[in-house]
């Protein structure tokens, strides 16, 4: 069975420094998205998108992130400045369209020292 | 509440005892998704509920759904240690993103 796979599996990084999270999603996927767990505490919604463009982000989704898929099968988030507050483990999922069931990655652990 | 809460946050039980988790939403949905987590791990689907079915099952696992209510529950049967993990329902809102709640932490017990 066809699986969203991401890596790294643990970043480790300073602050202020820039981390890329990649992903590769499920081929037949038109949806992206990507989604953060700071420990303990809920899923939280990042941003989805389609047809190479955002079309919906949170207000966490500030200006220090940014997603693209650059080949039309990574998808990738990017953190420009990361902060203290940023560690959290990310995930990428993926849908073939909005009623459908969403894939879910294993994950990315980004630590932020 | 948010939208996508789930009670009780947390249930210690025996195993082989049955487990019921309850979600409760605020907007009317498509449908409705129950996912696991493991501790420290990624999110799996367990199973989707329509906001035309009232009733689903899959395995040990029996989803109910109250559209009226605006609530559902998961039930897992004959649990196991294995079953150990947190639950979250998730619900697709008007636009493109999922809802997830803050989850129940359930442990069975060996």
């Known amino acids: 069975e066809p699986e969203v796979t991401q890596t790294p599996s643990h970043q480790v990084t300073q602050m202020g420094q820039e981390v890329i999270l990649r992903c590769v999603p499920i081929?037949?996927?038109?949806?992206f998205y990507w989604y953060r767990q700071i420990l303990g505490q809920k899923v939280e919604f990042l941003v989805s998108?389609?047809?190479?463009?955002?079309?919906?982000k949170s207000e966490i989704f500030d200006d220090q992130f940014s997603v693209e898929r650059p080949d039309g099968s990574n998808f990738t988030l990017k953190i420009r400045s990361t902060k203290l507050e940023d560690s959290a483990m990310y995930f990428c999922?993926?849908?073939?369209?909005?009623?459908?069931?969403?894939?879910f990655g294993p994950g990315t652990r980004l630590t932020v020292l | 509440s948010q939208q996508g809460e789930e009670d009780p946050q947390a249930l210690s039980i025996q195993e082989g005892e049955n487990a019921t988790m309850n979600c409760s939403y605020k907007?009317?949905?498509?449908?409705l998704q129950w996912y696991r987590q493991n501790s420290g791990r990624g999110l799996v689907h367990l199973i989707l509920?329509?906001?035309?079915?009232r009733e689903k099952h899959s395995g040990r696992l029996r989803v109910t759904l109250d559209t009226s209510k605006k609530s559902s529950s998961l039930l897992i049967t004959a649990s196991r240690a294995a079953d150990t993990a947190s639950y979250f329902c998730?619900?697709?809102?008007?636009?493109?993103?999922?809802?997830f709640g803050a989850g129940t932490r359930l442990f069975v017990k060996a």
């Open positions: 907007t009317s949905i498509n449908n």
């Open positions: 998730a619900t697709p809102t008007g636009g493109f993103k999922t809802i």
């Open positions: 998108f389609y047809n190479n463009e955002i079309s919906e």
């Open positions: 081929s037949n996927h038109l949806y």
């Open positions: 509920i329509r906001s035309n079915e």
């Open positions: 999922a993926g849908r073939q369209g909005p009623p459908d069931t969403q894939y």
